[in-house]
């Protein structure tokens, strides 16, 4: 890659001045040449400014092909009702640079979940055209840091990492502000959809067809975000990618909430090698298709009958679950056949002397003792965190040069969180039905055991219950974990994924969007 070429602007806001200290922090912009200014110290805490802006240049190597790009990390204020400034985002903005008509060209606005996760994760390992220096499976490396992500979708669109209120960067500004502004389903969604409007605006993007991509709990994010722009901003999308999403809002409570964990649990077995050796002599697909069908046609009508299922057909059951699972009849038994998935992870290597990781099973750990009935850590996480939070903050500080004392949260404080009123997954649906262009891609982990890619798969099928959007609608599993691009296999073929379906969701100029 070329040496990153760093210009800087820098714009701070003067809107914002409604105390001293927001006075203070609104300061005149300095010469272009001039590094990234430091917020100083506020009352309790460092001071982000509203609107900054710092620009870098640089190319990457996406399918054997040159890609340059311009990066931009700045903020854009929050607005209130009113008009006032009462937050700022941080962002981080690719753009490429050779294209010669930026109407046709799709822009991805991309945010993680948590809820109170920063934009980091997909921004520096998935999508964009920086990577992390890890291994090949996703553990951490040393020296910590970034390289060049030869699988970027960057070739095919740009995109747009933001981070949340108190996430990354971001904060709130004006401290008499009702923290239920931010902080809830609905809140997220609406303050969230005005700053994504500001921002195609000030971007000139209204004419690129658009993308919502968002994990985790920024599934539910961008399902409501997708009707929110839609019929509150009139911004129409063309696509939708859910990675490893959560339920929804869609209702799964008691013998489907206990079922559909089994897929996950077979997954995580056949990789630990611990099912019996017919199964583990197969090849993983099949298996799943096999305990996917006993699981939708025979564990959920048996758990449905409760304590009346017959003593010959209960042991039937606890036998079969056990074969799948990698755990004790007696085990499956003592738990009424709905072993929860925290015992799983910490009795599937129990004999071992190890756990599993909750978001990715690949991941192995340690506990003071073998009893209990859940691990101690979540192996995974730690993992993850030794890993990128070095990176990202190298990276920002260093290479983008976006110089501020403010630490750069990976999970930030946004509670009490208000999930009242869940009603993403419907709104996704009405979305999709007002448009006929929208189309959704799934993407999903085998072992991760906290959003399962059964339970993914279980909420696509709901989505529309009619199935005449079923044509618009893509799943896709890989064999890793919550986040299924740390393992570089899956890395390529989860962009290569993105790809196509931003391609295939991308109109031909004069084609209608039309039933």
Same mark, same amino acid.
């Given at each position: 890659?070329?040496?990153?070429?760093?210009?800087?602007?820098?714009?701070?806001?003067?809107?914002?001045?409604?105390?001293?200290?927001?006075?203070?922090?609104?300061?005149?912009?300095?010469?272009?040449?001039?590094?990234?200014?430091?917020?100083?110290?506020?009352? @309790?805490?460092?001071?982000?400014?509203?609107?900054?802006?710092?620009?870098?240049?640089?190319?990457?190597?996406?399918?054997?092909?040159?890609?340059?790009?311009?990066?931009?990390?700045?903020?854009?204020?929050?607005?209130?009702?009113?008009?006032? %400034?009462?937050?700022?985002?941080?962002?981080?903005?690719?753009?490429?640079?050779?294209?010669?008509?930026?109407?046709?060209?799709?822009?991805?606005?991309?945010?993680?979940?948590?809820?109170?996760?920063?934009?980091?994760?997909?921004?520096?390992?998935?999508?964009?055209?920086?990577?992390?220096?890890?291994?090949?499976? @996703?553990?951490?490396?040393?020296?910590?840091?970034?390289?060049?992500?030869?699988?970027?979708?960057?070739? %095919?669109?740009?995109?747009?990492?933001?981070?949340?209120?108190?996430?990354?960067?971001?904060?709130?500004?004006?401290?008499?502000?009702?923290?239920?502004?931010?902080?809830?389903?609905?809140?997220?969604?609406?303050?969230?959809?005005?700053?994504? @409007?500001?921002?195609?605006?000030?971007?000139?993007?209204?004419?690129?067809?658009?993308?919502?991509? @968002?994990?985790?709990?920024?599934?539910?994010?961008?399902?409501?975000?997708?009707?929110?722009?839609?019929?509150?901003?009139?911004?129409?999308?063309?696509?939708?990618?859910?990675?490893?999403?959560?339920?929804?809002?869609?209702?799964?409570?008691?013998?489907?909430?206990?079922?559909?964990?089994?897929?996950?649990?077979?997954?995580?077995?056949?990789?630990?090698?611990?099912?019996?050796?017919?199964?583990?002599?197969?090849?993983?697909?099949? %298996?799943?298709?096999?305990?996917?069908?006993?699981?939708?046609? +025979?564990?959920?009508?048996?758990?449905?009958?409760?304590?009346?299922?017959?003593?010959?057909?209960?042991?039937?059951?606890?036998?079969?679950?056990?074969?799948?699972?990698?755990?004790?009849?007696?085990?499956?038994?003592?738990?009424?056949?709905?072993?929860?998935?925290?015992?799983?992870?910490?009795?599937?290597?129990?004999?071992?002397?190890?756990?599993?990781?909750?978001?990715?099973?690949?991941?192995?750990?340690?506990?003071?003792?073998?009893?209990?009935?859940?691990?101690?850590?979540?192996?995974?996480?730690?993992?993850?965190?030794?890993?990128?939070?070095?990176?990202?903050?190298?990276?920002?500080? +260093?290479?983008?040069?976006?110089?501020?004392?403010?630490?750069?949260?990976?999970?930030?404080?946004?509670?009490?969180?208000?999930?009242?009123?869940?009603?993403?997954? +419907?709104?996704?649906?009405?979305?999709?039905?007002?448009?006929?262009?929208?189309?959704?891609?799934?993407?999903?982990?085998?072992?991760?055991?906290?959003?399962?890619?059964?339970?993914?798969?279980?909420?696509?099928?709901?989505?529309?219950?009619?199935?005449?959007?079923?044509?618009?609608?893509?799943?896709?599993?890989?064999?890793?974990?919550?986040?299924?691009?740390?393992?570089?296999?899956?890395?390529?073929?989860?962009?290569?994924?993105?790809? +196509?379906?931003?391609?295939?969701?991308?109109?031909?100029?004069?084609?209608?969007?039309?039933?």
């Amino acid at each position: 890659m070329k040496k990153t070429m760093v210009s800087v602007t820098i714009l701070l806001a003067s809107l914002w001045a409604a105390s001293a200290q927001a006075q203070e922090a609104a300061r005149p912009a300095e010469a272009a040449s001039a590094p990234a200014e430091r917020s100083k110290p506020g009352a @309790g805490e460092r001071q982000l400014p509203a609107e900054s802006v710092i620009h870098s240049t640089g190319q990457v190597m996406i399918k054997g092909k040159a890609v340059p790009y311009k990066v931009t990390a700045g903020t854009q204020p929050v607005w209130d009702k009113d008009g006032k %400034v009462v937050a700022s985002l941080f962002y981080t903005y690719y753009q490429r640079t050779d294209v010669a008509n930026k109407d046709l060209r799709p822009l991805v606005l991309s945010f993680n979940g948590g809820p109170g996760s920063a934009s980091v994760w997909m921004h520096i390992a998935y999508t964009g055209p920086k990577v992390l220096n890890i291994d090949a499976e @996703g553990y951490p490396l040393q020296p910590y840091g970034v390289k060049d992500n030869p699988h970027s979708i960057l070739d %095919v669109a740009d995109i747009v990492y933001i981070d949340p209120v108190n996430t990354g960067f971001s904060r709130i500004l004006d401290q008499k502000t009702d923290r239920k502004f931010f902080f809830g389903v609905n809140a997220d969604i609406s303050y969230l959809a005005e700053w994504l @409007g500001a921002f195609v605006s000030r971007q000139g993007r209204w004419q690129s067809p658009k993308y919502l991509i @968002g994990e985790s709990y920024g599934t539910a994010r961008v399902s409501g975000l997708a009707k929110e722009l839609q019929n509150n901003h009139w911004m129409y999308l063309n696509g939708v990618i859910l990675v490893s999403p959560t339920g929804l809002g869609i209702k799964r409570d008691g013998p489907v909430r206990d079922a559909l964990s089994l897929p996950y649990y077979a997954a995580t077995a056949w990789h630990h090698k611990v099912l019996p050796s017919d199964l583990q002599q197969r090849d993983l697909t099949p %298996v799943l298709a096999e305990v996917e069908a006993f699981t939708l046609n +025979e564990f959920i009508p048996a758990l449905a009958k409760g304590g009346f299922i017959e003593s010959d057909q209960r042991k039937a059951l606890a036998a079969k679950i056990a074969r799948y699972s990698g755990l004790s009849e007696t085990t499956v038994l003592q738990h009424n056949l709905a072993v929860p998935p925290s015992y799983f992870w910490k009795d599937l290597l129990r004999t071992r002397g190890q756990t599993v990781g909750r978001l990715d099973s690949r991941y192995l750990g340690i506990d003071r003792m073998e009893a209990g009935s859940s691990p101690d850590y979540n192996a995974e996480l730690t993992s993850w965190l030794h890993s990128f939070t070095p990176a990202i903050n190298h990276y920002l500080r +260093e290479t983008l040069k976006y110089k501020t004392d403010l630490k750069y949260n990976m999970f930030g404080p946004v509670n009490p969180w208000d999930n009242s009123d869940d009603q993403t997954g +419907e709104n996704l649906r009405l979305a999709m039905a007002e448009n006929p262009y929208l189309r959704l891609l799934v993407q999903s982990g085998y072992y991760d055991g906290a959003t399962t890619y059964f339970d993914a798969k279980y909420t696509m099928w709901q989505l529309d219950p009619s199935g005449r959007m079923r044509d618009r609608m893509d799943f896709k599993g890989y064999r890793s974990g919550h986040m299924m691009y740390l393992r570089s296999e899956d890395l390529a073929s989860s962009n290569e994924h993105i790809r +196509e379906f931003i391609k295939k969701a991308t109109p031909a100029p004069g084609q209608a969007a039309k039933y």
